[in-house]
């Protein structure tokens, strides 16, 4: 794996720093004294990420916490620029989802010098300590896609994994969670595994390419809602996206749950996929940031909000959030129970 070198000095980084946000009073608090967290946000280009950004300032308005925020375009020497500008502005807490997992460690050290508690969502950083991530179990996304999958194709074919960045502790997490359940329990299933770095042109181009070269392949489970559309075209074009009742079908699995996955699924078009909450993650990681100001701890087990904390690492627990299966019939696929599309406990049919 490849990791990127950060260069860049201090004075540049604070320079930069001061440019992106006005500073607080220092007392890590706003005019009506509700402790002030960092947010960073990871990306905007995806309806995911776009609902992540529309939750959270709700959530920390219901809180009482007020936000400062950066954005870091997936990009890992602009999340450590942004700390330090959480560092000038004297937060209290933040809250980041580093897209590049290998390499944020720095960046955590240089936040806990100033004892300011971070709490990472979505992802997990490969090394350092952090006061809680909040997540759902990636390796249970590739699972539950597999077993879906498995039992649409009668345990045999072959199948494409479109996969993220591998330089991401999510796109390991799924792959090895998919890869796993495939050979324990479809050993007669293919699998063309594809890593994108979550661009849907590179995931379209290399889903053409594998379609023109294994003619067979009758399904496709994409690791995020990144290459939906990509998908469909080039599904289109090979005359490919029909019903499910035709033999030509092709099986596709998405996942994060978005308004658009939930409508294709409903008009056929996709036949599943993993509802990732977007909505817990902005709540929670504001729930641990609170949590963390006021020196709560907490332990590994059932929380009251149906998940479970689990130890990852010495020093590292991680809430993980439920995230059910989704499908149009709201079967139980291998095992796995779904969720019709239009259930309304869905954050996706309640975005608004």
Same mark, same amino acid.
């Given at each position: 794996?490849?990791?990127?070198?950060?260069?860049?000095?201090?004075?540049?980084?604070? !320079?930069? @720093?001061? =440019?992106?946000?006005?500073?607080?009073?220092?007392?890590? #608090?706003? $005019?009506?004294? +509700?402790?002030? /967290?960092?947010?960073?946000?990871?990306?905007?280009?995806?309806?995911?990420?776009?609902?992540?950004?529309?939750?959270?300032?709700?959530?920390?308005?219901?809180?009482?916490?007020?936000?400062?925020?950066?954005?870091?375009?997936?990009?890992?020497?602009?999340?450590? !620029?942004? @700390?330090? =500008?959480?560092?000038?502005?004297?937060?209290?807490?933040? #809250?980041? $989802?580093?897209? +590049?997992?290998? /390499?944020?460690?720095?960046?955590?050290?240089?936040?806990?010098?100033?004892?300011?508690?971070?709490?990472?969502?979505?992802?997990?950083?490969?090394?350092?300590?952090?006061?809680?991530?909040?997540?759902?179990?990636?390796?249970?996304?590739?699972?539950?896609?597999?077993?879906?999958?498995? =039992?649409?194709?009668?345990?045999?074919?072959?199948?494409?994994?479109?996969?993220?960045?591998?330089?991401?502790?999510?796109?390991?997490?799924r792959t090895e969670g998919f890869n796993e359940c495939m050979k324990e329990n479809y050993p007669k299933i293919k699998v063309f595994g594809e890593e994108t770095n979550w661009d849907g042109a590179v995931a379209a181009q290399k889903l053409q390419a594998d379609l023109t070269t294994h003619?067979?392949?009758?399904?496709?489970?994409?690791?995020?809602?990144?290459?939906?559309?990509?998908?469909?075209?080039?599904?289109?074009?090979?005359?490919?996206l029909v019903g499910p009742k035709d033999k030509r079908h092709v099986f596709v699995v998405s996942n994060d749950g978005i308004p658009r996955e939930l409508k294709d699924i409903a008009q056929g078009k996709i036949d599943a996929t993993v509802s990732q909450p977007a909505d817990l993650y902005?709540?929670?990681?504001?729930?641990?940031?609170?949590?963390?100001?006021?020196?709560?701890?907490?332990?590994?087990?059932?929380?009251?909000?149906?998940?479970?904390?689990?130890?990852?690492?010495?020093?590292?627990?991680?809430?993980?959030?439920?995230?059910?299966?989704?499908?149009?019939?709201?079967?139980?696929?291998?095992?796995?129970?779904?969720?019709?599309?239009?259930?309304?406990?869905?954050?996706?049919?309640?975005?608004?």
């Amino acid at each position: 794996m490849k990791t990127r070198r950060l260069r860049y000095g201090l004075g540049a980084v604070t !320079a930069l @720093a001061v =440019t992106v946000l006005s500073a607080c009073d220092g007392s890590g #608090a706003d $005019a009506d004294g +509700d402790p002030v /967290v960092g947010v960073d946000y990871p990306r905007s280009d995806t309806d995911f990420w776009k609902a992540y950004i529309k939750y959270t300032p709700r959530f920390a308005k219901e809180l009482g916490l007020e936000l400062k925020t950066t954005h870091s375009q997936n990009d890992v020497a602009k999340l450590a !620029a942004n @700390a330090q =500008t959480f560092i000038i502005n004297g937060v209290k807490g933040v #809250a980041m $989802a580093p897209q +590049d997992t290998a /390499v944020i460690a720095p960046t955590l050290q240089q936040l806990a010098a100033q004892k300011i508690p971070v709490v990472t969502l979505d992802t997990r950083p490969d090394t350092g300590k952090v006061y809680m991530v909040v997540r759902a179990d990636n390796r249970a996304y590739g699972e539950k896609a597999c077993r879906f999958l498995g =039992t649409k194709l009668g345990g045999e074919g072959d199948v494409v994994m479109l996969q993220g960045d591998l330089a991401s502790i999510n796109a390991r997490d799924r792959t090895e969670g998919f890869n796993e359940c495939m050979k324990e329990n479809y050993p007669k299933i293919k699998v063309f595994g594809e890593e994108t770095n979550w661009d849907g042109a590179v995931a379209a181009q290399k889903l053409q390419a594998d379609l023109t070269t294994h003619p067979d392949i009758k399904g496709v489970y994409m690791q995020a809602s990144f290459a939906l559309s990509g998908t469909l075209q080039v599904l289109k074009q090979q005359g490919l996206l029909v019903g499910p009742k035709d033999k030509r079908h092709v099986f596709v699995v998405s996942n994060d749950g978005i308004p658009r996955e939930l409508k294709d699924i409903a008009q056929g078009k996709i036949d599943a996929t993993v509802s990732q909450p977007a909505d817990l993650y902005a709540k929670y990681a504001l729930y641990y940031l609170k949590a963390a100001m006021e020196g709560k701890t907490f332990k590994p087990g059932k929380t009251d909000h149906d998940s479970t904390i689990v130890r990852v690492r010495d020093g590292v627990l991680e809430d993980q959030l439920s995230a059910p299966l989704v499908t149009a019939d709201g079967g139980t696929y291998g095992g796995v129970p779904s969720l019709k599309s239009d259930n309304p406990s869905l954050w996706g049919n309640n975005l608004g």
